[in-house]
């Protein structure tokens, strides 16, 4: 059989520097478990602007269908703030979401019991934290027409619609019922039925889909400012948390710095089977280019290594190698190994990119 494929679009800022150490797992994983696969390398966001003018060439669109899964570093960074909103870097990667039909964005909010102290949040808050957010990635106010700024009686309007359709809720919400079954069977579904058509809907949707085909799960719903009060008061109350496009891109950095660090959190974005049965697929760490500190080495490699961890569960049926990587980070990390972003009041030197590679490896190799 053919090795799995993998595309891998670094992108801007700290992306490639946070892709070289995953390389090298990837690297790890074909010397040591039989685990090879097929890599190619592309550009996407800011890099692909510069070299092409546009932030997503439809030669690297295409590749990217045809792989087994995408995994993509961060898009962005100020050199590019100015661009024509058309080919902003961003634009590449709503592309990649859109013409793949990513529909179901998973965002794991899991605090490490090394790094519960660096949670803005008391520690017996957060110690233990394991939520999965289920994003809807492909539709809602993001993508709905119509958009744009117009001029109506000499002002400027501008405008974006919020709108789904069944069908999208609907394997939202299967998605987010199918993962619960294999956590701790809960899903709490987050809109705005009080003012908004398109969330009346959705909760209708759930519930029937709830009713359905997944009545043995525990199905809650909240509206989303409710939500994100109860993220923050007591998070350990939810288990999935399924909601739309853009409450859950906010929703999901409130929940990715209850852990303490948005440079731990990986991110799935899963769409349908493909001929060989596996999701179209790709995978990101939630936290963007951070351009501050691009360049210098010590940018945190973890949420983009457990973004590969999450590929090998999701798309290649390897969940007791994604077990291993895991273990390995909380091995290093439990054993005090600190990038920058994870210095608390102690001190210390922290490691650099390239070193978090280095004992991420080494507590691997001691794994076999
Ligand atoms: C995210 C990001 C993106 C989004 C940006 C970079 C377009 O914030 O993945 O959460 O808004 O979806
Ligand atoms: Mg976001």
């Known amino acids: 059989m053919a090795n799995p494929s993998l595309l891998i679009l670094a992108g801007d800022g700290i992306g490639p520097e946070v892709m070289d150490e995953v390389k090298r797992i990837i ?16 550009l996407v966001g800011g890099a692909a602007y510069d070299a092409h003018g546009v932030p997503l060439h439809d030669d690297t669109m295409a590749k990217a269908q045809e792989v087994d899964a995408v995994l993509l570093g961060a898009v962005g960074g100020p050199k590019y703030d100015n661009l024509d909103f058309s080919v902003k870097p961003e634009r590449g990667l709503l592309r990649l979401r859109k013409e793949m039909d990513l529909f179901a964005n998973l965002r794991p909010a899991q605090c490490f019991d090394a790094l519960a102290d660096f949670s803005s949040l008391k520690k017996e808050l957060i110690a233990g934290l394991d ?15 119509p958009r744009g700024i117009h001029i109506e009686d000499n002002m400027r309007v501008g405008i974006n619609t919020q709108r789904y359709t069944e069908a999208e809720i609907e394997r939202a919400a299967r998605a987010a019922f199918e993962l619960a079954k294999k956590r701790g069977n809960k899903v709490c579904s987050m809109e705005k039925a009080n003012v908004m058509e398109s969330g009346i ?5 759930v519930n029937e889909v709830h009713q359905a085909d997944y009545a043995d799960v525990e199905l809650s719903h909240m509206y989303a400012d409710n939500g994100a009060m109860q993220l923050v008061r007591a998070p350990k109350q939810f288990d999935v948390i399924l909601t739309d496009n853009l409450f859950g891109d906010i929703l999901s950095d ?47 490699p973890i949420a983009c290594i457990l973004s590969f961890a999450m590929a090998l569960r999701y798309s290649f049926d390897e969940g007791a190698e994604a077990d291993r ?39 691997l190799d001691a794994s076999l």
């Open 27 to 42: 690297g790890w994983f074909g010397d040591k478990r039989d685990l090879t696969f097929d890599v190619s390398e592309d």
């Open 325 to 363: 990587l895991e273990a390995a980070i909380e091995k290093v990390l439990a054993d005090g190994a600190r990038t920058g972003d994870l210095m608390g009041p102690e001190g210390g030197t922290p490691l650099g990119t390239t070193e978090m590679g280095d004992v991420i490896l080494a507590a």
């Open 201 to 205: 809907l959705w909760r209708d949707v």
């Open 254 to 300: 409130c929940a990715a710095m209850l852990t303490g660090s948005l440079g731990m959190l990986p991110s799935a974005s899963l769409g349908l089977p493909m001929a060989n049965g596996r999701p179209k697929a790709m995978y990101e760490p939630v936290h963007g280019s951070a351009p501050d500190i691009a360049g210098q080495g010590k940018a945190n």
């Open 131 to 145: 939520i999965m957010i289920v994003r809807e990635l492909t539709s809602g106010v993001y993508f709905g027409e």
